[in-house]
């Protein structure tokens, strides 16, 4: 089942010293609900830019985003940058309870819902932890069930795993596929390494950097099983 459609979405800005530049170029691609899609290709061809319009955080663009249904903002997309962003001055399950708190009528069972997240990812003894006692991949597993707890529709991830050590990061990668097992959860992310694109993902999208020819339409199924 489909779940959102970009449809000829070009996006435009201007640099610094007055430039066009032309950061997406009639980029097409579909999502289906329960998939891992991965998105690779070279530095400034334009995957945090589609990422972005996906995400709705920037509405200034050409094209189309369609969703099957329209998307509740700050509940029906979480988002996770390359930076944990976590607010320091409050402790682990207080950042993650974040997430749910903007969701009032969910609020009786906040406790149990953080506890269960942070359980997913192997988190539950450091609850009452501040996120500067934390190592950066644990901030960035706070952050990835922080992004849930609104229980969106999709989960967007921008280089989630690029600050990272190659340990740090494989656990990451298992975390997230056991994330998936439990919620299958629409998951699309940005990565530089084909190998990480090809661990998680169903679907890879490759982005050409060239803008006025054919971009965001290579697209490798693969097949996990
Ligand atoms: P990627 O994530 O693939 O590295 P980006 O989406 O970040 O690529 O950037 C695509 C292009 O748009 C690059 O040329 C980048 O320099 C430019 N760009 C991105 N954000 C801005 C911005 N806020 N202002 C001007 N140019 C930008
Ligand atoms: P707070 O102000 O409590 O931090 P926000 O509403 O600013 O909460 O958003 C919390 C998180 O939700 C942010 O990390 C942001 O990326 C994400 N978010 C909020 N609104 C949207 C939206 N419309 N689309 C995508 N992500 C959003």
Redesign the pocket.
Known sequence: RGLLAVRGVSKDYTSVHGETVHALDDVNLTVDEGEIIAIIGPSGCGKSTLLRMI???DDDYDGEIAWERP?R???????V?QEP?L?PWRTVEGNVR??I??QKERLDRADERVATLLELVGLSGFAKSFPKELSGGMRQRVAIV??LA?DPRIL?MDEPFGALDAITRDRLHDDILRIWEETRKTIVFVTHSVEEAAYLADRVVVMSPRPGRLQAVHQVPLDRD
């Open positions: 995400a709705g955080l998307p903002p700050g509940r029906d997309i979480g988002f940058f962003a607010l974040l997430g708190e903007v922080r992004a609104y967007l």
